[in-house]
């Protein structure tokens, strides 16, 4: 590739600069210029040319075949993408330093025994790598590290071998020579992101692309390249928790409600099979301010603890803090307890924190919530062998949720003994369940509820 001239174009209004300048001479906007190769005018003329030939195609002759996907073996991973890997997509993976990205991918490589893997590394040497693996687990030749950055130099690699999935670990650290912006630039990373996933789309190989995660929670810089990849993967998790949570936040293959949950060993990243018994194994008995919710996490119920800590205001405006679960909902269910339980919480600062660091958001934990807070206020503890669902409306009612009998079914199973539903699920739960589960030796009661006082009473009498 000889060097070719690049511009400079505010992102906000497109304004065409020869260099790059802090702010837009057009809209008056900071930050906002990005460099950009522009595309070669053989390639213009030509994709030109092939475009006038086609013709539109009626959708009843598009070959609509499922891709075929390949799975890695991982449920908990296949799962997020949808059921595995579809070839020819481009997986983006983010999350933040020393989360475990590096480590879940050589997984995911030496997982895939029987196919050709090439890792590309940008950040770390190949001795590292080694160590890595090495406490990972058994490798075979399949996999082939290539430590470079130079995607000038790594497309010619790709085009001479033949892999069958690559990993570029991290899009930040690849540069295009031809553009005169650091690596890691927006820039850089965009045009580094366009040509890898024209090589993905031509050659039909799925692509990881790893991807550092900024202070702010995007993805570093490029915002921009997420929506050219297929597939968005967040990995998240507390640092001082073991546990680490992948999300998609955007799959063209799939749901991007599924998560997967692992847990951090010095042997990798463990699948979480059975989240509820993880996430309640370290719960306080007998201590107010807890309740169990039983939410759903894609096609997946979950059991877990909220707490709730309600003190006097000492000074000041009373203080409301949520970790893992919305503040402005919290200050909904606040008023409604107020205005419709009839409490006096004007006074009172309120803690809300969802134990195991992992956040709920979805209004079946309402109920949870609100029964978490009063337990706290009144310092009484909630019923331990109780399960809490229900959506909180303004007016203190409670509302049906989705999936009831799955919720109820996972309670039962864990060995719950009574679980409180809104009064509208309960037909349908008792529809849906077998008898054993439900009758009263040995299964669950199931409890219905319309208003928030009713639950309150049932929960903490
Ligand atoms: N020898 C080791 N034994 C156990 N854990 C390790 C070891 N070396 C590194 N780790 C852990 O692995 C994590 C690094 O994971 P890595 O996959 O490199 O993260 P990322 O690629 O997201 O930056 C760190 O949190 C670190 O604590
Ligand atoms: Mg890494």
Redesign the pocket.
């Known amino acids: 590739m000889s060097k070719v001239i690049t511009k400079y174009v505010c992102q906000n209004c497109g304004y065409v600069s020869p260099r790059w300048t802090g702010k837009c001479p057009n809209c008056n906007e900071w930050n906002s210029f990005v460099e950009e190769a522009p595309v070669p005018a053989r390639v213009a003329r030509k994709s030109g040319s092939i475009a006038s030939k086609f013709e539109p195609v009626p959708l009843t002759q598009v070959n609509g075949h499922e891709e075929e996907r390949f799975a890695t073996g991982m449920s908990e991973f296949d799962r997020v993408l949808g059921g595995g890997i579809v070839p020819g997509s481009v997986i983006l993976l983010g999350?933040?330093?020393?989360?475990?990205?590096?480590?879940?991918m050589?997984q995911i490589a030496l997982l895939l025994k029987n196919k050709i893997v090439l890792y590309i590394t940008g950040?770390e040497s190949l001795k590292q790598i080694k160590?890595?693996a090495d406490?990972l687990g058994q490798y075979s030749d399949s996999v082939l590290l290539l430590p470079e950055t130079n995607l000038e130099l790594i497309t010619e690699i790709i085009e001479r071998g033949s892999p069958e999935l690559i990993v570029v670990?991290s899009i930040q650290t690849m540069f295009r020579p031809d553009l005169e912006s650091a690596p890691g630039s927006v820039g850089q990373v965009r045009e580094s992101t366009a040509l890898l996933t024209r090589i993905a789309k031509t050659k039909n190989i799925p692509m990881f692309l790893?991807g550092?995660v900024t202070k702010e929670g995007v993805i570093a810089g490029p915002r921009v390249i997420e929506h050219m990849v297929d597939t968005v993967l967040q990995?998240e998790g507390e640092r001082h928790y073991s546990y680490r949570i992948l999300r998609a936040a955007k799959n063209r293959f799939g749901s991007t409600n599924e998560i997967g949950i692992f847990e951090?060993?010095?042997t990798g990243m463990r699948e979480v099979k059975n989240p509820s018994e993880v996430f309640l194994s370290e719960r306080a008995y007998g201590t107010s301010g807890s309740a169990i919710v039983a939410s759903m996490e894609g096609t997946r119920p979950i059991l877990i603890e909220v707490q709730a800590l309600v003190t006097s205001t000492s000074y000041g405006l009373p203080q409301r803090t949520a970790t893992g679960f919305d503040l402005r909902r919290l200050q909904m269910l606040l008023a409604v307890l107020e205005k419709r339980g009839g409490l006096n919480l004007g006074t009172q600062d309120v803690f809300v924190n969802v134990a195991g660091g992992i956040r709920i958001d979805e209004p079946a934990a309402d109920l949870g919530i609100a029964v978490s807070i009063v337990s706290s206020l009144r310092d009484v503890p909630a019923d331990s062998q109780t399960v809490v669902v229900g959506e909180v409306g303004l007016g203190g009612e409670i509302r049906t949720v989705s999936h009831s009998e799955r919720r109820v079914q996972e309670a039962a199973k864990l060995g719950f003994k009574r679980i409180i539903v809104p009064k509208n699920n309960i037909r349908h739960v008792k529809l849906k369940m077998t008898p054993q589960a439900t009758q009263s030796k040995g299964g669950i009661e199931i409890v219905g509820v319309e208003s928030i006082t009713e639950a309150l009473k049932e929960v903490l009498g």
Request: charged content about 30%; hydrophobic content about 30%.
């Open positions: 999350g933040d330093p020393g989360i475990g990205k590096s480590t879940l050589m950040e160590l890595r406490r670990d790893v550092h990995f951090m060993h010095d």
